[in-house]
């Protein structure tokens, strides 16, 4: 999964945009962008949502987008009911905000186990957004061996701003320097745990060549998706996300020459001496081209 488009949870209209088009996944979101008084009515909302006609299996070229459900934070008391209300209708997997470190994931995890047995669900997937507090930047490292639940990292910057007390983050020219240090570690920290980094979304709508960047930049780093809060911005992380046919070819070489030489540690290539890391590398790419990453 590439693209990972976030929908308010109280917007039908948006929904039924947003499953029509081109990102791989969708967040339907009871957090940020629906307000207090309609966060109740909004779970029923996206119950409604969840239950809508889906191919199975999904995440396959052609399926619809895989659904996740972004719950409200564990510190506003509102998680267990948020997730009281959407367990049934089976979300492909549980994004978890303002995530201070492992305890809050395993303590999620610990809940989807109630409802997956009551329910007779498969272990449910969940996208920790692990940068939204100054506290979490220092348990980045400590997700390794975490509940297998876990599947990808997400950092974000508006929250952080926030709790820092920064005037700006500097999204439009290029991040400061808080906020390449959040992502950086949001990276080394998913790569630690085994599990995929998300970069943020692009807060700035008017310029696609932001988000391109932004994307190209996500990708060259080791990032292996990207979300993103407009319709608009999905083509352009889409893309950047896609391997190129060069990067294809060349990984098929990579794959091949040590298929044929099993018990090689180095193989050249184009007169390129080829390791291990260079086959994991090739490996990555693939998968990617598969849909399975």
């Known amino acids: 999964m590439r693209s990972f488009l976030f929908v308010p ?37 996206v119950a409604d949502m969840l239950d809508a006609p889906r191919d199975e299996p999904r ?37 978890l905000p303002k995530c201070q470190g492992p305890d809050d994931l395993n303590r999620v995890a610990h809940y989807l186990a109630a409802f997956e047995a009551a329910h007779d669900l498969p272990p449910t997937p969940i996208i920790a957004i692990a940068t939204e507090t100054a506290a979490s930047l220092f348990t980045l490292g400590n997700y390794a061996g975490c509940d297998e639940r876990l599947w990808g990292m997400m950092w974000g910057a508006e929250d952080l701003s926030a709790d820092l007390g920064a005037r700006e983050n500097g999204a439009r020219e290029g991040f400061h320097e808080p906020f390449r240090l959040a992502r950086n570690l949001c990276l080394a920290g998913a790569a630690a745990a085994g599990v995929v980094a998300i970069d943020t979304i692009c807060a700035v709508l008017d310029d696609f060549d932001v988000v391109t960047r932004e994307a190209r930049e996500a990708r060259r780093d080791g990032f292996g998706a990207k979300a993103v809060i407009h319709p608009k911005h999905v083509a352009p992380v889409n893309t950047a996300f896609t391997p190129t046919e060069e990067e294809l070819a060349w990984a098929k070489k990579v794959l091949a020459a040590f298929a044929a030489d099993p018990g090689a540690g180095v193989v050249r290539i184009d007169g390129q001496m080829i390791d291990k890391p260079h086959e994991r590398a090739a490996q990555k790419i693939m998968a990617t081209a598969g849909g399975t990453s």
């Open 9 to 45: 949870g109280d917007a039908p209209r948006k929904f039924e945009k947003a499953r029509a088009g081109e990102a791989d996944a969708l967040i339907l979101d009871l957090e940020d962008s629906v307000a207090a008084t309609a966060k109740v009515t909004a779970r029923g909302t």
């Open 59 to 95: 995440n396959e070229p052609g399926d619809g987008p895989a659904l996740f459900v972004r719950v409200n934070a564990l510190d506003t008391g509102m998680t267990l009911d948020d997730l009281a209300a959407i367990m049934p209708h089976r979300p492909d997997g549980i994004a």
